[in-house]
């Protein structure tokens, strides 16, 4: 692969890795603030739930974290390169453990990615790929932290603020707040990917805002449709969940997944993706991308709307006589302007729109290489070496053409994918 093809690390990651440790650690202290503040009025039920989530979340971020580290000590040559050991503690295994046990890996992570970044942006020194490798894999984490906490904390909020009717300015500013959170961790994400593309310079502030639009649009209308059904009917919503998550975890394993190393990291994976569909779309396989993409949109939008109807039915005329309308009009609305957006960002903004016509790949490749159907990564140099492999298959089902090159009858579809 030609260095060039990937961009180097840059003040833009640097400022994304100090953002990302801050917002760690003033949603850290919000969490812990809220749940002292639910504790000391006595509503214990709502502070174990609010601690439950936090714990959760916790401990899968950190269980991804430790996976990750102890793949990428097998990696050839990993740890004895230049800013191995900065970035990801070189051989101190029992280390790197106890911090991950005590909830801390993540952080060190963030802590870890600002130190390289600095050597690497200020300093001038070497290990470029190392903090991007870093950053690539921070992304996905946080990725993952968004929709195991941020968004069923944000549907707790709103269902908080419905049962007692109570709602002050500094909550609703909270709820915008954390829906904005949520869609730009996806954007952050996004960005992450398309540092893999070759022409990764001809996005711009246009794609990213569609994108935002486009996921915030889709995500808020969703959260607040569980958080009305929770509140008209609050012993239904975990029987609800546990379908759902148990239909998206056999459809997860139904596409093959292969994201992590290991059998029980991979069901880990599928089940948190399966936690991810319950309120967004992840993609997570090559192959008839459009279709899955459909089903599961048509698939939300009818459950949107029953738990629409069932709030309709169950709530309390009364209480909710001057929201309950306004809501039942503007949800579904929200939701068809998301979609609307997202169909604009792939008629305008998707990569396959500037980038070269759709060449077939060689089949057999061997495992050194992963390909992206008009690009691809070569595993001959110290780059494409520490390019982030994991990122990297994200990224090839996000802007794959979504073709299928599996045969003769496999065909295709044509049709482009669409992750998150």
């Not at 833009?12 to 440790?21: E, P, T, Y």
């Not at 001038?124 to 190392?130: C, L, N, T, V």
């Not at 059998?263 to 779309?281: H, N």
């Amino acid at each position: 692969m030609d260095r060039g093809s990937f961009s180097r690390y840059s003040w833009i990651d640097f400022a994304f890795s100090v953002v990302g440790v801050c917002t760690f650690l003033v949603d850290w202290g919000s969490d812990v603030w809220v749940a002292t503040e639910l504790y000391l009025r006595g509503e214990l039920l709502w502070f174990g739930l609010l601690v439950g989530l936090m714990g959760l979340s916790s401990v899968v971020v950190q269980i991804f974290s430790w996976f990750w580290f102890r793949y990428d000590r097998e990696l050839p040559g990993f740890g004895g390169q230049t800013g191995a050991g900065t970035v990801l503690f070189g051989d101190r295994v029992k280390l790197f453990c106890l911090l991950h046990v005590l909830q801390l890996g993540f952080l060190c992570r963030h802590i870890s990615a600002i130190r390289q970044g600095f050597k690497v942006w200020w300093r001038k020194q070497e290990g470029s790929e190392y903090a991007v490798y870093l950053s690539h894999d921070l992304s996905m984490l946080r990725l993952i932290e968004t929709f195991c906490e941020s968004a069923p904390q944000l549907t707790l909020m709103i269902y908080v603020m419905l049962r007692t009717n109570k709602a002050r300015t500094v909550q609703f500013v909270s709820v915008a707040a954390s829906a904005t959170s949520i869609a730009w961790m996806v954007v952050d994400y996004h960005r992450s990917l398309r540092s893999f593309l070759p022409d990764k310079a001809k996005q711009g502030w246009g794609s990213s805002l569609v994108y935002f639009l486009w996921n915030l649009l889709l995500i808020a209308p969703r959260v607040a449709a569980l958080a009305l059904f929770s509140a008209a009917l609050p012993g239904f919503v975990a029987v609800h969940f546990l379908l759902l998550w148990s239909a998206f975890l056999l459809w997860a394993w139904k596409q093959r997944t292969d994201f992590m190393d290991s059998a029980g990291g991979e069901w880990l994976y599928r089940a948190t993706v399966g936690l991810i569909w319950y309120f967004s779309w992840f993609n997570v396989a090559e192959g008839r991308t459009r279709g899955r993409s459909l089903i599961y949109h048509a698939f939300m939008t009818v459950d949107g709307g029953l738990l629409l109807g069932t709030w309709w039915f169950y709530r309390d005329p009364v209480q909710t006589e001057a929201y309950g309308p306004v809501l039942l009009l503007v949800l579904p609305l929200t939701s068809l302007l998301g979609l609307l957006f997202k169909a604009l960002y792939y008629c305008c903004f998707h990569p396959r729109l500037w980038r070269p016509p759709f060449r077939d790949p060689a089949r057999d490749l061997p495992d050194a290489e992963v390909t992206f159907r008009d690009f691809s990564i070569q595993d001959d140099s110290l780059s494409s070496q520490l390019t982030n492999r994991r990122m990297a298959h994200n990224a090839a089902h996000f802007y794959s053409d979504g073709r299928t090159s599996g045969g003769t009858d496999g065909g295709t579809d044509g049709a482009e994918t669409s992750q998150l």
